[in-house]
Nanobody
Framework: QVQLVESGGGLVQAGGSLRLSCAASGRTFSRYAMGWFRQAPGKERDIVADISWSGGSTYYTDSVKGRFTISRDNAKNTVYLQMNSLKPEDTAVYYC????????????WGQGTQVTVSS
């Protein structure tokens, strides 16, 4: 069992930055690929970025490449999403989720954190 708690969301102007954190409980955190997903109002939840258990493999959706960076610290049971050059279209609830492989199905989800980017 893995419990996930996101933090770091908020309101930022376009062009600004935020860093999201996702703290995991449980001893098996390092076994899981960890990803960030987002859901804007009226839209489906989509993957944003994903990272393998070792950190050696990452995935980014096209719209965030070059702006967002996913990383993890297995000693702290935490995964991060550094978001730079934010755009209004990045506004969404951001969720972290754990699964067995990069871009694979998710077994555990956090409760989400709101990110709002004003123009």
């Amino acid at each position: 069992q893995v419990q996930l708690v996101e933090s770091g969301g908020g309101l930022v102007q376009a062009g600004g930055s935020l860093r999201l954190s996702c703290a995991a409980s449980g001893r098996t955190f390092s076994r899981y690929a960890m990803g960030w997903f987002r859901q804007a109002p009226g839209k489906e939840r989509d993957i944003v970025a994903d990272i393998s258990w070792s950190g050696g493999s990452t995935y980014y959706t096209d719209s965030v490449k070059g702006r967002f960076t996913i990383s993890r610290d297995n000693a702290k049971n935490t995964v991060y999403l550094q978001m730079n050059s934010l755009k209004p279209e990045d506004t969404a609830v951001y969720y972290c989720a754990a699964g067995m492989k990069v871009t694979g199905p998710r077994d555990y989800w956090g409760q989400g954190t709101q990110v709002t980017v004003s123009s």
